[in-house]
């Protein structure tokens, strides 16, 4: 085998990924290290858990999701996963089956929930039936099973895998459209109140790219593939925007989120209540709502009546409007 | 960058023996 040059910034040992923008290479031991270091760092500065809290992770199969419930239970956190199926075709598939993978191989318990079988619809479905992007029919359901499962089983933390890579997009977009709603909401933790759970986020210092590399060294299998329905989405384009600048400008993704959380977010402060303090609860399922039915309802109503649609029928038209 | 299996940094001179898997990391969820 042919070694690399390089030498880990600790050890000087053979060095297994690089890192711009803590200008440094690490060997595998001390990669590991220095990714539970950022996410202990995020814990405590956010206060986001503790050791006697019970958390629920919403797990998608993906790298993520998978690397941050590994990362909590090898700090030593208590945590279940929750696996929604989505109902997309084959992706949703194979993401199963590397959430129950991952599960089964640690003795970790997984709570699955399936659209399709326990609401009467999917994603494609609800794309078709709602007349909006698949993303949206998609955010919606999650957010709110994700809530639900969370009260309901009695956790006290819902964690979920964005990482700083997807923090730094949404903050590029929201900025973009300056929409302090948005900005005022976008924080690594979100406090439990009425209906809604404790929401954290652990992985906020660490890139996607770390999170891959993470899964690889550890020997976790995960869904490679992209969700078919994000093809061609805002995000995904913000993403490569912040990329770009990134690769000129190492360090420059972190400085804009995190700086902003430092001395953005805290101005923004109170911003959002006024949305919050006026939620009603939904006739249907009395979960929080501004209006008469929450969002999740009446993606139910709508699309539980409606004709099961093939993933394929509702890429050929998104990629048509794109 | 994997080859035969284990991660290795953009630097890493690679062998006409090894198998190399360039894996993806960009994720469109929110």
Redesign the interface.
């Known amino acids: ?6 030498k880990c910034r600790v050890c000087k040992g053979p ?4 890192l711009p923008r803590h200008n440094a ?1 690490f060997c ?1 031991e001390h990669f590991l290290e220095l990714c539970r270091r950022q996410v202990v760092k995020a814990i405590e500065k956010f206060d986001m858990l503790h050791p006697d809290d019970r958390v629920l992770v919403a797990v ?1 199969g ?3 999701s998978l690397a941050v419930w590994d990362l909590l239970v090898d700090l030593g956190y208590q945590a279940d996963g929750l696996y929604i199926g989505l109902g997309i075709g084959e992706y949703s598939d194979v993401s199963a089956e590397f959430a129950r993978a991952f599960a089964s191989q640690r003795g970790l318990k997984l709570i699955e929930i399936s659209l399709r079988e326990e609401y009467g619809y999917d994603i494609p479905t609800a794309a078709k039936a709602t007349r909006r992007v698949p ?1 949206s029919a998609c ?1 919606t359901s999650k957010r709110h099973l994700f809530d639900s499962a969370a009260l309901e089983g009695g956790y006290t933390v819902l964690v979920t895998g964005h990482n700083l ?2 923090e730094a ?2 903050l590029f977009g929201n900025t973009l459209r300056w929409d302090v709603e948005y900005l005022a909401r976008q924080l690594p933790v979100l406090p439990a109140r009425a209906g809604f759970p404790k929401k954290v986020k652990p992985l906020v210092r660490l890139t ?2 770390e ?3 993470w899964c ?2 550890r020997g976790i299998d995960y869904q ?1 593939e ?2 078919p329905m ?2 061609g ?1 805002k ?2 384009a913000y ?2 925007a912040l ?1 770009a600048i990134e690769s000129e400008s190492p360090g420059s993704k972190a400085s804009f989120y995190l700086n902003f959380l430092d001395n953005m977010a805290p101005l923004l402060a109170g911003r959002s209540a006024a949305a919050t303090d006026a939620l009603g609860e939904c006739r249907s399922c009395g979960a929080p709502t501004t209006g008469d039915l929450c969002a999740f309802c009446r993606i139910v109503e709508k699309s539980s009546a409606h004709d099961p649609v093939p993933v394929e029928l509702v890429l050929s038209k998104g990629r048509g409007r794109r | 960058v ?3 299996g ?10 006409v023996d ?1 198998v190399v898997e360039i ?8």
């Open positions: 085998m042919v070694a690399s040059g390089s060095a297994i990924i690089d290479h595998a998608s993906g790298k993520d993303c955010g890579d997807d997009a949404v996607e790219r999170m891959a590399a690889i060294v490679v992209e969700c994000a093809l989405n995000h995904l993403k490569a990329n | 994997i080859r035969n284990t991660l290795v940094p953009g630097d890493a001179e690679l062998s090894d894996r993806p990391v960009i994720s469109g969820g929110s």
